[in-house]
T-cell receptor, first 112, second 113 residues
Framework: RKEVEQDPGPFNVPEGATVAFNCTYSNSASQSFFWYRQDCRKEPKLLMSVYSSGNEDGRFTAQLNRASQYISLLIRDSKLSDSATYLCVVNQPTSGTYKYIFGTGTRLKVLA | GAVVSQHPSWVICKSGTSVKIECRSLDFQATTMFWYRQFPKQSLMLMATSNEGSKATYEQGVEKDKFLINHASLTLSTLTVTSAHPEDSSFYIC?????????FGPGTRLTVT
């Protein structure tokens, strides 16, 4: 089982739709969780950090379910500009230290 | 969040030459920086963790003698790809760690011919 798993997509949704992505992680001792967005041929940009049960920022909501070991990202009222790859990142203990493990990303295409 | 720059943004070099990439933290003193590599349609792969004033910690499978990392100050880390080969062509991205969050530089696209 991969340490951090995401559905690669692509998720094709119309403008205005609500879309949700899930990310599962294998290490129950993971401490912090992040969602990044990455545009084609660009660097990842931090979208949201999740330290407790969840976080909300405008149209974006992240939720953490420690019992089931997954983090979700909900995007409401999708815009064309939301089209990107969304990366889930988990900070987990590894060999006596903490490491940031990246998921492979979920591609979102918002269609006009 | 922290503002990070990288230089150069792209570079083309001949096989066998060395290339140095700079990563600068512009508004934050970064004790820890990370270096990643990303191949097309793949996720980021951590190459090494760079700690100011000490030796970098390399991930398994990353040759430390080929990818030289120097983190001599709290605002600058450099990655030198020595004797580059076409298979080293990739997108190299650095990040700085601020609290528990990573902020990435814009990346350097390396093409080795």
């Amino acid at each position: 089982r991969k340490e951090v798993e995401q559905d690669p997509g692509p998720f094709n949704v119309p403008e205005g739709a609500t879309v949700a992505f899930n990310c599962t992680y294998s290490n129950s001792a993971s401490q912090s969780f992040f969602w990044y967005r990455q545009d084609c041929r660009k660097e990842p940009k931090l979208l949201m950090s999740v330290y407790s049960s969840g976080n909300e920022d405008g149209r974006f909501t992240a939720q953490l379910n420690r019992a089931s070991q997954y983090i979700s990202l909900l995007i409401r009222d999708s815009k064309l500009s939301d089209s990107a790859t969304y990366l889930c990142v988990v900070n987990q203990p590894t060999s006596g230290t903490y490491k940031y493990i990246f998921g492979t990303g979920t591609r979102l295409k918002v269609l006009a | 969040g922290a503002v990070v720059s990288q230089h150069p943004s792209w570079v083309i070099c001949k096989s066998g030459t060395s290339v140095k990439i700079e990563c600068r933290s512009l508004d934050f003193q970064a004790t820890t920086m990370f270096w990643y590599r990303q191949f097309p349609k793949q996720s980021l792969m951590l190459m090494a963790t760079s700690n100011e004033g000490s030796k970098a910690t390399y991930e398994q499978g990353v040759e430390k003698d080929k990818f030289l990392i120097n983190h001599a100050s709290l605002t600058l880390s450099t990655l030198t790809v020595t004797s580059a080969h076409p298979e080293d062509s990739s997108f190299y991205i650095c990040s700085v760690l601020q609290a528990y969050e990573q902020y990435f530089g814009p990346g350097t696209r390396l093409t080795v011919t």
